[in-house]
């Protein structure tokens, strides 16, 4: 077992980016849990893809009680809306089969989405005792270099085929730092994909060009503000981390940084202070303007909770879930419009991850646990839909039927898509749509690239620290960003900005020169 891990106080880099990590903005806990939830499907394609790792999986599954005797507790830390009212029921049952499988107990601890960031870095940066934790790019390589996580690298293999039976290859390269891997990376949209996602009713009632409004943010303005004036309540409802989704065309380059990057189609692959650029500023100027007239919300850049329903927000994931999960879970029909290209990276595979602490006395059985998470339909689906006979029911002909909206857990952080049962709601498989989108996806010209900030930690933490101060009221549109932007860059020269900024440049320039 690795050595304890020193408590220390970085939790300035430790920021939940999504987002990116797995994308979309604008609704709070809505966006946050729809990013990534949506694919409850499952397919012959599905089917075919788990029967190929049942042999491989079954190793896993051999390893019960029989071997130790004894069954050991595991407590995994995860996100969602908060623990479900019939945990300990769900737990029981669960545990039974776990305790028979591979002679483990899982203890979880889900926090809500608004006291994430604060709960989670707590966990982190005090040393407090968990197995498993759920995280993404914004906080991986900053605890990595904490040494809050295992190396994982020479115990996936025996402790994990079915998962590694299961997902690409390039999924292990992408959560591989110094050469050691660090996490387990959940096998689902591993590109990333933004849409505009409208009431259908409004977009009826206005006759609104969705596709035309999908070409840029100033498109939408005209309609915001009618909209405004007629239905009198917001178009643009966000949360305290506003529309950070226009950050995503940037690779963060594994340092968790908005605010620092390389445009993924940027051939030259020029670091920069992203505000700057003429993209970005430009979108950050319309967002200001909206704040001023009314569009967003005036309370914006202090909530942490968003709200169920949403004329219009951003989201990540693929055409089909406007039917099968943002529609429902705003209560509305809802139609659909891609921003932008799709697009490949370290960042979006890095979207949702599950890392072993440093300090487990468990690692391999932490493993074993994720392995089984991923590949035994069962579990997953316990996972992912709840409790049987109380959150959903399974029908004749082997699909799911959900019972109520109750289940709290966020079914993105968990595991792969590709075991979990299809809802009978669902007439085709989203995952074809999502395995499209994959492999169409425009790579990053930094796919495969992670800065190392070893030299430069203090500056990009001071760094960090000025961003997390001025990021809700420039991306929620209460700062004039023309006066902003300059003012927080003079704070960041004075921070060490420019070191941050050259040592990542010859880092990737080099990563370009070998490529």
Request: with cysteine; aromatic share 10%; charged share 25%.
């Amino acid at each position: 077992m690795k050595k304890k891990v020193l408590a220390m106080l970085l939790t300035c880099t430790m920021g939940l980016s999504m987002v990116a990590g797995c994308g979309g903005s604008g609704s709070g806990s809505e966006t946050k849990e729809s990013t990534d939830t949506t694919a409850e499907a499952s397919s012959e394609e599905a089917a075919e893809a788990t029967e190929s790792t049942e042999e491989a999986a079954e190793t896993t599954e051999e390893t019960t009680t029989e071997a130790s005797g004894d069954v050991v507790t595991l407590k995994w830390v995860t996100i969602g809306s908060g623990m479900p009212d019939n945990y300990d029921s769900w737990a029981a049952t669960l545990n039974e089969y776990l305790a028979e499988k591979i002679g483990v107990n899982i203890e979880m601890e889900v926090i809500s989405w608004g006291d994430w960031d604060n709960r989670r870095n707590i966990i982190i940066s005090t040393n407090e005792p968990y197995d498993i934790i759920f995280g993404n790019g914004g906080n991986f390589t900053s605890d990595i270099a904490l040494g809050a996580y295992y190396d994982i690298t020479d115990l996936v293999k025996d402790n994990m085929p079915g998962l590694t039976a299961l997902m690409p290859e390039e999924y292990w390269d992408a959560v591989t730092v110094d050469g050691k891997v660090y996490g387990v990376p959940t096998y689902k949209d591993s590109s990333l994909s933004n849409y505009d996602i409208w009431d259908a009713e409004l977009v009826d009632e206005y006759s609104i060009d969705i596709d035309e409004m999908a070409k840029s943010l100033d498109a939408k303005t005209d309609i915001f503000k009618q909209l405004k004036e007629e239905k009198g309540d917001y178009p643009v409802y966000v949360k305290n981390d506003g529309l950070y989704y226009i950050f995503d065309k940037y690779d963060q380059l594994g340092a968790g940084l908005q605010i620092l990057g390389v445009r993924y189609d940027d051939k030259d692959a020029k670091v920069c202070l992203t505000l700057e650029q003429d993209d970005i500023m430009s979108e950050l100027k319309t967002i200001h303007e909206w704040y001023q007239d009314g569009i967003i919300n005036s309370d914006a850049s202090t909530l942490s909770e968003g709200r169920v329903y949403n004329m219009w927000r951003v989201a990540q994931g693929w055409p089909s879930a406007a039917i099968t999960s943002w529609g429902p879970q705003m209560g509305k029909d809802v139609v659909v419009s891609q921003i932008g290209e799709t697009i490949l990276s370290n960042d979006t595979v890095r979207g949702s991850l599950n890392m072993i602490s440093a300090n487990t006395q468990y690692p391999e059985k932490c493993l074993q646990f994720l392995d089984l998470v991923n590949t035994d339909t069962k579990v997953r689906d316990m996972f992912y839909y709840g409790e049987e006979g109380v959150n959903f029911k399974y029908t004749d002909d082997g699909k799911v039927e959900k019972l109520n909206e109750d289940w709290t857990m966020a079914g993105y952080t968990q595991g792969t898509f590709f075991t979990v049962t299809q809802n009978a709601a669902d007439e085709f498989n989203q995952w074809d749509e999502v395995k499209e989108l994959n492999e169409k996806a425009t790579p990053s010209v930094l796919l495969g690239f992670t800065f190392d900030y070893s030299e430069v930690s203090d500056q990009l933490a001071n760094c960090t620290e000025i961003w997390s101060r001025y990021k809700s009221e420039i991306t929620t549109g209460v700062l004039d960003p023309e006066t902003a932007v300059p003012e927080m860059k003079e704070e960041l020269e004075a921070a060490g900005w420019q070191d941050v900024v050259d040592a990542a440049q010859a880092q990737v320039d080099a990563f370009i020169a070998n490529k």
